[in-house]
């Protein structure tokens, strides 16, 4: 039971799908950022970067975009191995 072979034009709105998705996210790991920044830290940098937790606290927030960035990528790249272009 093969699936159905997808067209380079498939893996091309995929590409921009997944593209568009990635930059949303980081738009809103970006406010996340500064709202846990403004909580967390307020002034107080060194202390805060010396804390694992807070700094695992503020990537977390990009773990989306950077899966999406990640999907887009190869995405593109099966469009341009199927379409035949570099």
Do not use: H, W
């Not at 970006?30 to 990537?59: H, K, M, W």
């Amino acid at each position: 039971m093969a699936g159905k072979e997808k067209t380079p034009q498939e893996y091309l709105i995929k590409s921009k799908v997944y593209r568009f998705t990635s930059l949303l996210f980081v738009t809103i790991g970006i406010l996340v950022f500064c709202i846990l920044y403004v909580q967390n830290v307020d002034g107080r940098f060194l202390e805060a970067i010396r804390d694992p937790f807070t700094v695992s606290i503020f990537l977390v927030p990009f773990i989306p975009a950077a899966i999406m960035t990640f999907l887009a990528d190869r995405a593109e790249k099966k469009y341009k191995d199927l379409s035949g272009r570099k």
